[in-house]
């Protein structure tokens, strides 16, 4: 066997209150196509952007054809062949796609930009990634898979030999995404080294030789092309059995809570939602990046109000125009955007605590100090938040802990309808079980659950029943029963979808 | 905490040095009036603390100043208004303004700079529209009312010197916005929203009708300052009555605890941060022959002021940090 193109060993990287990567290693051959897989939080993004110059460990080392490199921006990384391609992609859709193509290196001719010579170039590696548009078409213009491919042929036009990509599909047709597929095998077939970050277990089964796992920053383990199952990639993920790890117990529901009906979001005006959410049940939403689920919760919460439709909460009905009217109706909302929409990071974990309830538990407008002191204990205590303190500033605190703040603020208000936005992004395996069960515990105590996550396995395993978003409409309404990773993704992707909608 | 008493213990040594430098820094008189200063800038710098602590700024204060420093004797000796019809209108004027302010800038969503950057030019324009760019004043009347900036209230069992009149306003200012800001649900809620107004906003605050309450009581303060100014000095120029007050404001609240980032601030240390800049102003006069540099002294111990601050805040939350790590990797 040949040796390795890029071999990374022992890698650590902490950030405050967080150990991202503990001594993690990972090997990638010439033309080879590695998977790495974990769950959010697992360390994949932190060790992508190690091995792109984006981050420095704090040890460990990288070698490339057996050589000691140091890796310490993005333009050394660059050089030694090494290219990351974000999930949101890093094109300035003002300028041309030449312009994206040799941004920071463009060639000059008497000092002034060579136009001309620039988009024959950007011909050539447009090519070779299969895109047939002008080079001197506007960047907005163009569809995300479309934008996907000038990020690789601007990789390439700086002879990338290592292409990063991290969660590629995630905004992609599935038209799109096959094209992708494509043009991957046919670099792999050209020398080019591929690490290839995706959720979607089933991309990774059919593009992946070989699968790397990781799990609370470390190697959970790896997997060789006929090893790579779905079964074997969750276990190694979660590091137990699915059936434990998603602690969902189906139960019959109760009445029906909240009552969407025809409901038009800002964003998709055109597009009428209806469903219902019944006490005691929990319902996923999937969809891809942009499918609407995150502007429906918004919708709901007032955050963004609804132009159109009506919504009732236990019969009642309601039209939330701000998030107090939506709290008053008894919704909460567990937002997408911990640290920005969630949590006030320099605050106590006591006043991140209370701030919702507040208002309730004033005495004419002055504050409940003891009130306040009561409702933090009783939450670190019963959500377990590990906190040294109620006066800990939250931003101390790691991920999953932040996110049982954002939890133990709403729960303060016993909220009839529970409405979560990606709830377990970026926190560790442990932290993700216990807001599963926390989860769980509410809905048994009658809870209306609603629940946004790209996660396509805690969809499967936690839902009751699911909703399916492509494009702001709802293309499909899954049983427990009917849920697979299959059925979930021929909704979120297929435009078939469009003619039974209409 | 430590934040003032770090300010306070700067507070001491300017004021000592200067008392060694200069004989007349601790005579009654000098004193007297750096006190009542003191008090004055105290109160305007009380309000921009609020919208500070929102994240916001507030640069038209030393024109609200100037609107209602050459409007009240304007109304008084020009229009010949009754006394509480003028307090009245100039008081609502300065209300009104704050509202304007917060209005344009919650529903808006105009930057709070631009805003008030205007409202500077604004308002002083006005001022010097309508008293014609003529000096403005009380002459020899009005003795009662300006009795509120002038007067003294002697303190039991100290000789030669007495309180000055405003810090009573000061006081009831000072107590009832400490009381505001740390013990009603409204205080929390600008604290909150200060430092992140979008989750305020997610927990149910209504962020807008706080961000008004702030400029309304900047804008608010701001003009009781202007009035006990013209009571104090007796007459207004409108060209320059209270020009760069509003920086004034600003450096005091910022060397007093408030982040410009928003979220964080004392009454307390406002206060002190305002006695502060009164004391380099006088020290300046007293000790130097250059009145011209008092600028250039006092922006440079701002900026060491900040730039201490920042050091000692970046060490306590690496401290911090590893700390809450120790304590979460040992559990």
Not at chain 1, 149 to 171: F, G, H
Not at chain 1, 443 to 458: H, P, T
Not at chain 2, 184 to 192: D, E, K, P, S
Not at chain 2, 266 to 293: E, F, K, S
């Amino acid at each position: 066997m040949t040796a390795p193109l890029l071999e990374a060993s022992g890698l650590t990287k902490s950030f405050p209150g967080v150990r991202a990567l503990k001594g993690v290693r990972l090997t990638l051959s010439r033309g080879e196509v590695l998977a790495v897989i974990g769950e959010n939080g697992a360390g994949k993004s932190t060790l992508m952007k190690i091995l792109a110059g984006v981050q420095h460990p704090d040890s460990g080392e990288i070698r490339l054809d057996q050589q000691r490199v140091e890796i310490l921006s993005v333009l050394q990384a660059l050089h030694h062949g090494i290219a990351l391609i974000h999930q949101e992609l890093n094109l300035a859709d003002n300028l041309d796609v030449a312009a994206n193509i040799f941004l920071g290196r463009e060639h000059l001719r008497h000092g002034l930009i060579d136009t001309r010579r620039l988009r024959q170039e950007a011909r050539t590696h447009l090519a070779a990634v299969g895109l047939d548009v002008d080079p001197a078409t506007r960047v907005s213009t163009l569809s995300l898979g479309q934008q996907q491919l000038v990020e690789i042929a601007k990789a390439l036009s700086v002879n990338a030999r290592v292409l990063i990509m991290d969660e590629p599909t995630s905004s992609l047709s599935s038209s799109e995404a096959a094209n992708l597929f494509r043009v991957i095998r046919d670099l792999r077939s050209r020398g080019v080294s591929i690490i290839y970050i995706s959720h979607r277990l089933g991309e990774v089964k059919e593009l992946a030789d070989r699968v790397t796992v990781l799990r609370d920053g470390e190697n959970a383990g790896d997997l060789a092309k006929s090893e790579i199952h779905h079964a074997a990639m969750v276990r190694l993920m979660v590091g137990r059995d699915l059936s434990q790890f998603y602690a969902h117990t189906p139960h019959p529901p109760g009445p029906v809570v909240l009552e969407v009906d025809q409901l038009r979001t800002a964003a998709h005006p055109r597009h009428p939602l209806s469903f219902q959410v019944r006490a005691g049940e929990i319902v996923g939403v999937a969809g891809l990046i942009g499918a609407g689920r995150t502007e429906l919760l918004a919708a709901l919460f007032g955050v963004t109000p609804a132009v159109g439709g009506t919504l009732r909460v236990a019969g009642q009905e309601i039209s939330p125009q701000s998030p107090q009217d939506a709290i008053a109706a008894g919704l909460a909302l567990v937002p997408e955007d911990r640290k920005r929409q969630g949590v006030i990071l320099a605050m106590a974990v006591r006043d991140n605590l209370s701030l919702a309830s507040l208002r309730r538990d004033q005495k004419r407008g002055f504050l409940n100090r003891s009130r306040e002191r009561h409702l933090a204990q009783e939450m670190i205590r019963d959500l377990r938040i590990k906190t040294p303190s109620e006066q800990q500033p939250v931003q101390f605190l790691s991920g999953g802990n932040q996110q049982k703040v954002v939890l133990g603020k709403w729960l303060a208000l016993r909220p009839r309808v529970l409405l979560l936005d990606e709830p377990t992004r970026g926190i560790d395996v442990g932290a993700k079980h216990e807001i599963y069960r926390l989860m769980e515990d509410l809905s048994r105590a009658g809870v209306a659950i609603l629940f946004v996550s790209s996660e396509l396995e805690e969809i499967l395993g936690l839902s009751d029943r699911a909703l399916v978003l492509h494009e702001g409409r709802i293309t499909g309404e899954l049983p427990r029963s009917a849920l697979s990773e299959e059925s979930v993704l021929h909704l979120a992707t297929d435009t078939l979808a469009e003619s039974v909608a209409s | 905490m430590r934040k003032i008493l770090g300010i306070t213990a700067l507070l001491f040594v300017v004021c000592v040095l200067t008392a060694l430098a200069s004989d007349s820094f601790l005579s009654g008189y000098n004193l007297e009036n750096l006190v009542r200063r003191t008090a004055l800038f105290g109160i305007i710098s009380i309000g921009v603390a609020f919208v500070i602590v929102t994240g916001g700024i507030d640069l038209s204060i030393g024109s609200v100043v100037c609107l209602v420093g050459c409007g009240l004797p304007w109304l008084l000796t020009t229009q010949n208004w009754s006394v509480p019809a003028a307090v009245a209108a100039v008081g609502a004027v300065s209300l009104g303004i704050g509202l304007f302010h917060g209005l344009l800038i919650t529903k808006l969503r105009l930057p709070p700079f631009v805003v008030t950057l205007c409202g500077l030019l604004l308002y002083r324009g006005i001022a010097r529209g309508f008293t014609r760019d003529q000096t403005v004043g009380f002459g020899s009347g009005y003795k009662e009312l300006r009795a509120l900036a002038t007067g003294e209230i002697p303190l039991p069992f100290i000789s030669g010197f007495s309180l000055p009149a405003p810090w009573i306003f000061l006081l009831v200012v000072a107590i009832s916005a400490a009381i505001l800001l740390n013990r009603t649900i409204y205080g929390r809620y600008l604290l909150a929203l200060g430092r992140n107004e979008e989750a305020a906003r997610y927990s149910g605050i209504n962020t807008d009708r706080m961000v008004i309450l702030a400029y309304v009581i900047s804008s608010g303060l701001a003009g009781l300052g202007g009035l006990l100014f013209v009571l104090d000095v007796n007459s207004a120029q409108p060209v320059d009555f209270g020009n760069f007050y509003e920086l004034y404001a600003i450096a005091a609240a910022v060397l007093g605890g408030c982040s410009l980032r928003g979220g964080e601030g004392t009454i307390v240390g406002v206060i002190v941060g305002a006695a502060l800049m009164q004391v380099l102003r006088n020290m300046i006069t007293l000790v130097t022959t250059h009145n011209n540099i008092e600028f250039a002294i006092i922006g440079a111990v701002i900026l060491l002021g900040v730039i201490a601050d920042e050091l000692v805040k970046r060490y306590a939350v690496r401290r911090r940090a590893a700390r809450a790590f120790a304590a979460e990797t040992h559990s």
